[in-house]
C-alpha cells in the first residue's frame, strides 16, 4: 500500500517493447513499457486493453485509420481489434497499460518481438 | 476507439467526491474525480481499489499511517482494507480511478457524499 511512482519504475529498464508488471488490481494488472518504433499487428480475442501515454505520442494503427495519442491521454482498444502501436521519428515512448493478468502483449501471434513474462519491478 | 484526453474531460464536472466514467474495460472502469478535503472511511470487501492522482496531492489515510500519493503516481488499496482519501491546505486534486465496475465509491457505508451513479463524460 505504497505509492508507486512512474519515473523511478521508468528507470529501471531500458528495452523496448518488454513490459513491465508494476501493480496488480483483482484479476487485472498495470505495466509500464517503453516503446520505440512499430510494434506487431494483433489482436487480443479475450481483453480489451488500456494505454495510458507517460512520456512522447503514440500511434495505434487500426485496420481503417490510425489514432494519435499524446502525453496524458488514454485509448482503450477493444476486445478482437486488431490493432500495431507505433511511434514516430525515432521517438522513444513511455506507456502504462491496463489490462488482465492473462494479456498477451502479441495477443494471437509469435513474434521475434514477444515476451512471455512481464517481470515486477 | 478514441483517444482520451483526461484534461478535456474534467472541464465538464466541477463537484468533489462525485466520480465520472470516462472508460470500460472488461468489468472494469476508469473514473475521474475531484476531490477536496476529506472523504469517508470505508473499505471494498470484494475490490481492490487504484488511484493515479492526475494533479496535486492525495492523502490516504489508513489506519495505521497515512500514504502521500504525489502527481503522476498511483497507489492499489487492497480489497477489505479500510482507508480514507483527503486532501491537505484546502487543495482541490483531480484524481483517475481504476476499478471494478461494481465499486461502491463509499464502500459499505452510505454517507452525504454516496452517490449511487458515475455518470458517463
Redesign the interface.
Known amino acids: ?7 523511478q519504475k521508468l528507470k529501471k529498464f531500458s528495452d523496448h517493447w518488454h513490459p513491465r508488471q ?5 484479476d ?1 494488472q ?1 505495466l509500464l513499457a517503453k516503446v520505440k518504433g512499430e510494434f506487431v499487428w494483433h489482436k487480443h480475442e479475450k ?4 494505454f495510458q501515454v507517460v512520456k512522447g505520442t503514440l500511434f ?1 494503427q ?1 485496420r481503417d485509420r490510425t ?4 502525453q ?8 478482437g ?1 486488431e490493432h500495431c502501436p507505433m511511434t514516430k521519428d525515432g521517438e522513444e515512448v513511455h506507456i502504462m497499460l ?3 493478468l492473462s494479456v498477451k502483449h502479441t495477443g494471437e501471434v509469435t513474434d521475434e518481438k514477444t515476451r512471455t513474462t512481464y517481470p515486477k519491478i
Open positions: 500500500m505504497n505509492a508507486i511512482n512512474l519515473q508494476i501493480a496488480g488490481i483483482d487485472m498495470v481483453e480489451d486493453e488500456l495505434i487500426f489514432e494519435e495519442v499524446k496524458g491521454e488514454i485509448i482503450v482498444v477493444p476486445k481489434v491496463f489490462e488482465k
